[in-house]
């Protein structure tokens, strides 16, 4: 098999409860090399429990993991070797200065001098922090320390990272310079899995998105794939009274009632719009017409609603 | 052991960065020692029988100061512990391929240097309190070998009640009866033989009174006998029994 078709992460029914709370119920995930996979739940959902198991932190109750081929029990020394892990918490030591933490990092990876020296100052320079390299986190912002303990994880150059929820907590700002940062590695060619629970951030990273409820993958795809598969482009046309609204879907016989003195219609396009509008004819006033393509919320929350019905 | 290196040097950064924690493990005796020297020390010397009140109490309290010193060290290291493992940065460690007794003995040797360097400071200003050491350069060697063996078990305890610990606040109080209770209940401050028999009976038989017994004797030039073997003793039975407790916890909290 050649290295490239190895996938970066290949589980298949994890599993993990504690005590009698299952939290994950047979967990199938594969994560292509040079891929972004979003792991995507609301709270609870198993997101950072998966993750805690695929980066050698905890041991799963049942299944198998491979990371970038090396079983992750019986060779979890060569898969930590390989990997980068950036927690939902803050991984950094308050009391080293910046440029220290990425040096302790590079003497535990028993990098040389030299070596450890001029990655600290690339992975400063590129991470702007270069001013702050000397100071300790506790003067930094939010987004200083986020980056501060990618840097870290960085320092081994992983093949494989994990980041829990990179922009919890983020301000918007910083939020996007995050992205740029996980784009560029994607770019060098590095596999990430990330958790989230920001759809517009799947939307935005990824290349597959795996829907994670309940300890159970209920969807997996591309962003586009999971939007195709929920009906509900329509169009939405709001009418100035209800004699206006009764002449409507009288004319309309697929639209569907929405809030008061407004019609849902199947469809979506300018297309759509020209047919709704000259079967209304001019007669028919309307006061706003919009149009509402499904976006990653409606699929997440429809995917999750027939897990739990 | 490279790694276990990069961690005490970490750990003694740290120390350094915030040096709080070892301003109070030399503050706490070294108030002791005034209170007891300039204090109590007259009435006690008195009761004790000494011919020159005061004065030669000094020196039969000062070696139990400085047991006492090392004791006081061992929050430092059992907060230092269970502030790494609270914190994010365990689970950063133990996502690398850092061998795993590193983390644990970074901190039970940052421990040990601590605890020499308290020590260090505290032994002048016992002299500048009165206190007139009769010891050969062989005595000094001898007593800052107990006072480092002494460090090193009582670290490895600390570490076990730091990992135990859920807050560094808790992790703080469980080493409280080592910084305060077995000193007072040892022969650190007056001779167990002046304790009441219920007292006494413990005193005798617990590790911090050969320790105090054998800093002791070194010190004040009185032959040294079987005291520096039985604390030695405990000290390598306390230092077994914490490395094993440690481990297990380790291995409990984050295998």
Known sequence: MNATDTPAVLAEGLRKSYRDQVVLDGVDLRVGAGEVLALLGPNGAGKTT?????????????????ILGHDLRREAAAVRALIGVTGQFSAVDDLLTGEENLLLMGRLLHQRPAERRARAAELLERFDLGDAARRTPATYSGGMRRRLDIAMTLMGRPRLIFLDEPTTGLDPRSRHIMWQLVRDLVAEGVTILLTTQYLEEADQLADRIAVLDHGRIVAEGTPDELKRRIPGAHL?????DGAALQAAAARLPDAVADEDL????????VKAVRDVLARLGDDVPVEDLSIHTPDLDDVFFALTKEQRS | MTDATT???RELTHTVRYPLMLISSILTPVVLLLLFVYILGGPIGAGLGDGAPGASYVDFLVPGILMMTVASGSSTTAINVCTDMTGGIIDRFRTMAVSRGAVLSGHVGAGVIRTLITTAVVIPVAVLAGFRPHASVLDWLAVAGIVAAFGFALSWVSAALGLGAKTVAGANGATLPIQFLLPFLSSAFVPAESMPAAVRWFTEYQPFTPVADALRALLTGAPVGGSALVALAWCAGIALAGYLWAVAAFARKAG
Do not use: E, K, W
């Open chain 1, 262 to 269: 407004a019609l849902r219609v199947p469809g979506d396009g």
């Open chain 2, 7 to 9: 961690m005490l040097g």
């Open chain 1, 50 to 66: 998966t993750v805690r198991i695929l980066s050698t932190l905890i041991a799963a109750d049942g299944g198998t993991a491979a």
């Open chain 1, 236 to 240: 939405r046309l709001r009418f100035p």
